[in-house]
């Protein structure tokens, strides 16, 4: 299957700092990629919809202020956490859907933050 | 919106043993429905996936089955090994949207 990239696999970072995790496609164009936040034992829970080139469609109840997501490129998505606190302190993944109708949904490693 | 649920939500087989888990979905226009398997600290990975189109798909010792009619779907592992072990989601996708069922942890025993 279609290889995504996701970095850093773990961050540890003080309140009130900000930290990037960038999700990439290696070997394919995404146009769309999700970010995905995962609390322990849970499922995985949709923040946002990225589209290359336009703005993020964000889930009812998360903060776009906070959560900061850019896309590039057709392989590239990032993913700020500005100001971050403890509550912030989660799994977060990306995934990207590769091309044609339904495309096949591939997901990152998983970036494991922890704010102290 | 679209609603899919997951059952069982813990499923403990002895090795060599098959594993079922079922999902149902509520919207009708859904017309895809991957399965991944998530091992502790690492993001899902599809493992076996079918489209609309069609009522089954196996690979090798794991399968899925598919009734538009009911709305659910099933995953399917025959012969369990202990590698098998992990939590495992499925989902519905429709309208450019993935929604997840909530997952089960199969747990397989030596």
């Known amino acids: 299957g279609a290889v995504v990239s996701q970095h850093p696999s773990r961050v540890i970072c003080k309140s009130g700092t900000s930290v990037k995790i960038e999700c990439r496609s290696l070997?394919?164009?995404?146009?769309?990629m999700f970010w995905y936040r995962q609390f322990p034992k849970q499922s995985l829970m949709l923040m946002a919809t990225?589209?290359?080139?336009?703005?993020?469609?964000?889930e009812q109840g998360v903060e776009k202020d906070k959560f900061l997501i850019n896309h590039a490129s057709l392989t590239l998505s990032t993913l700020t956490v500005t100001s971050a606190h403890p509550e912030d302190s989660s799994f977060y993944i990306c995934?990207?859907?590769?091309?044609?109708?339904?495309?096949?949904?591939?997901f990152g490693e998983g970036s494991r933050l922890t704010v102290l | 919106g679209e609603n899919v649920e997951q059952h069982p939500s813990t499923l403990s087989v002895q090795e060599g043993d098959s594993a079922v888990i079922k999902c149902t979905y509520s919207?009708?226009?859904?017309?895809?429905f991957p399965w991944y398997k998530q091992e502790l600290g690492k993001g899902p990975q599809l493992i076996i996936d079918?489209?609309?189109?069609?009522g089954e798909k196996k690979d090798q010792r794991i399968a899925v089955t598919l009734n538009k009619t009911a709305k659910h779907f099933s995953l399917h592992i025959t012969e369990t090994q202990p590698e098998d072990s992990a939590v495992y989601f499925c989902?519905?996708?429709?309208?450019?949207?993935?929604?997840f069922g909530s997952g089960t942890k199969l747990n397989v025993k030596p």
């Open positions: 995934s990207a859907k590769g091309t044609g109708p339904p495309g096949e949904l591939f």
């Open positions: 070997d394919f164009q995404a146009t769309t």
């Open positions: 990225s589209n290359e080139g336009s703005k993020a469609t964000y």
């Open positions: 919207d009708s226009a859904s017309n895809y």
């Open positions: 079918i489209r609309s189109n069609v």
């Open positions: 989902a519905a996708y429709n309208f450019n949207k993935f929604y």
